[in-house]
């Protein structure tokens, strides 16, 4: 963590630079979400713009998270507590997903509802 | 006693206490956030309704964005202020962030405020409408067209409420109150609405009801609709209740003691089927209880409920408390003073099931049969969309659902002042024809007021957003654009509003450290340093949330 007033000036000037990224980010994301020569793929929403959306909102949370948030330079505890929030949330995610698939039941994500007897594997 | 190591790191974690605090609890956090937004993909992918996809106003969430990052920023310099012992710039930009959150949340508060007066409402064929209700105006007022009405043109309830223009007509015959859950200021209102219309609200029969074993209290028939009244037969009935429950009570434990005692050894559970309480013994211990009262409306009077309060049919109806009326449901229309977009997508959804062209049951649908002014702007649409369809098929693209099926405010606006052979989209954009949007419309919606002038090419009429009667049978369910109306619009206003507490109460944290931090400051400024770095993780992690948030739900 900086703590010379030298190094604390260092890392004033990074922070408004990271600032500015990200406001051109923010615009950047509402520039590819509205402005038809920049729609990829089908015309409307389909799935590149979702990846594209999310993966510029990815790299603008981990600029806040490395950088204002001094992940960068954090001791490796902390990774470990933050990162197992994820991981927990990935196993949420993935409970609730089975919830509504069944691939054990059925070929490829059948829809887990009984009766519905498409792709049927017992 | 001190509190260890909140400047001194620990040797074994190498960090003070509260860094790791705060991590775990953004670890927790990440799960509460990362449920709620798991849920929202699942229900937006499993959706058996048209999502709607960008409908929100998308500035106000820009500027949100932008106000958040900004504040982010100025909140480690707020930090990094104290780790220089610079007083002075740490209270300016940590005003500066907690004036930034103010923003936030004012800007939050229009949207919701616009969305909370904005309303939808589905026809039984899935034909969507959405606008405004026009309010009652008092008896005798009379606009010009184009002309809004002053407030004391507007006509208000007994509690100084506006009305909107979607009332249910009743006309009363018959009414049953319920014993216990009658609704004192419901009962209130409909007698004083009886005495204005010179009808009388009577006992329908005798009552009589036993107060106690050897007492009883009767009401005529034909005694008036009274709160008095109708307490002295809840209390009766409420004592007739306990009464009969303690009788059948002791009769069901010796019935119990009679069946153990015939059969010796047996066990409850082998005994419970033959175990009844003995009605023909305890009937003449019971007393008499009255559920509801019946009264008569002498003559059959017209009252007004709102659709929340009352589930009406075409002879009957129950109120919200458990009155039950019987009489005839009247002209009750929901009349929409303006209609500012149609959405024919569900009922599109619906046709494709079965197998029919939805072009075919768009023009069979109430709402561009009965409704020349809509079924115009329909045709209009067509024009355009095939204008979009030649020039997306040039470049191998289709129109999406929203272009074929929705006519939002702005191309209702343009149609209405565009002849249909002057119908054109403009090249290269991409999207059916809008009228110009002005500053103010993009954060409170279509301006009203200011469009209603807007000249017909007709040269007979004005106005951009058409005029709607419903009545009563073609509304299926309407709402305002809130929680209730659809799933998106749930999940909407949970992660925001719960996004929105984070920003409130981070914003207070910082304000704690910014009014009262001073006596830290000169005492143990490490420390104070510390804390407001722990507050500004927190604000961080508000601001990353909020980065997910405004993509996911205003841009896709």
Redesign the interface.
Known sequence: MADSPEALQKSLRLYKLIGGVLFVGTVVTVMVATIPWLDFGDHGFDAIDMIIGLLIATVKATLVAAIFMHLNHEKRLIYWLFGFGFVAAFFLVALIALAKWDPIHYNGFGNGIPGSEKNVRW | MEIPYIVTPRKD???FNS??AI??F??????LF??FF??Y??LRL?ADFPWP??TLP?LPG?IN??VL??S??TV??AW?AL??RQWGKFQIFMSITIACSAVFMVLKGIEYNVKFHHQAVRLPDYTVVEGHLGYKLKDGVKLEHGQQPADEQIARNAKGKKLEENIINFEVAEVSFNTLRFERSWVEAMMARAMEKGATIKLAEKITLQTAPGESVSFDAGSALGLDLLASIRKAHLAARENNSAVRTDNLREQWTKAHAANPGKRDWELADQVFIDTAAIADKLMPEQPAVSFKVEPATTFQYRPRDLKEAAESGTLRDGTALKGKLLESPMVFHYVDAIDFRHLVMKAEEKGVDPKVAIENSWLLKENPALKQIWDKQQVALAQLTAE?GAKG???????NYRIGWQEMAYYSVTKIEDVKITP????MPKAKEELNEEFFGPDYALRELAPHPDGKHFGAFPHLSLPREQVQFASKFAPAWNTYYAVYFTMTGLHGLHVIGGALVLAYYLFFGKKMYLSNPEWLANRVEIG??FW??V??VW??L???LY??
Not at chain 2, 428 to 431: E, F, L, V
Request: glycine content about 8%; proline content about 3%; cysteine-free.
């Open positions: 974690t190498g960090l860094k790791i991590w775990l953004l670890a927790s956090e990440v799960m990362g449920g798991s849920a993909i699942f499993g996809e960008r998308v820009l964005t932008f990052i900004f982010s920023v480690v310099f990094a780790k220089m997306l693209k289709v129109p999406t659902a929203k272009d290269k954009k991409y999207s500004g993780l961080h992690f601001d990353l980065i997910f405004f993509p996911i841009l896709m």
